[in-house]
């Protein structure tokens, strides 16, 4: 026994659970493991790469959940998530790391390519279908009509 008169600690062990509740979370209750990205799809479509940083001579990376409120700014080798660890950070693009799998992540996101199809035809003013080019000279005469018109009250 030690010299202050009181007992000895108890093992570790008996204090896991009370560890196992987060401090600052009203419930204290334990907290189910945050949903992992898993595939470099489900990394793109959670997280977005919003900015790259230098602090002191150390580049930082910024994310910001696509669709949620979460931001994040980490150093090389710190976790994004569950499963991707921040491998690299270069000036336009860093490099996240799940086990064997690397995925980029580039500031500057590419858009998308698709092309747009712009309808040929369009309704008419009687519900028939129009082409839409023959609508479009239809309003630039109706347009240069109403500018006639002003010009005239405004000569008046």
Do not use: C, Y
């Not at 992540?105 to 028939?128: K, Q, S, Y």
């Amino acid at each position: 026994m030690p010299a202050t008169g009181l007992p000895p600690f108890p093992p570790r062990s008996q204090f896991d659970e009370m560890l196992e509740r987060p401090l600052f979370h009203s419930s204290r209750r334990p907290q189910a493991d945050e949903p992992s990205g898993g595939s470099a799809q489900e990394l793109r479509e959670t997280w977005k790469l919003t900015g790259i940083v230098l602090v002191g001579d150390e580049l930082r990376a910024l994310f910001s959940e696509r669709n949620g409120e979460r931001r994040l700014r980490l150093s090389t080798g710190m976790p994004l998530d569950a499963s991707w660890v921040l491998d690299e950070i270069n000036r336009e693009a860093v490099v996240m790391g799940s086990g064997d799998e690397q995925v980029t992540l580039e500031l500057m996101e590419p858009r998308d390519t698709t092309p747009v199809v712009v309808p040929e035809t369009a309704e008419g003013e009687n519900g028939d279908a129009a082409p839409l080019d023959e609508r479009t000279r239809e309003a630039s005469r109706q347009l240069e009509q109403d500018t006639e018109s002003v010009k005239e009250t405004l000569n008046e």
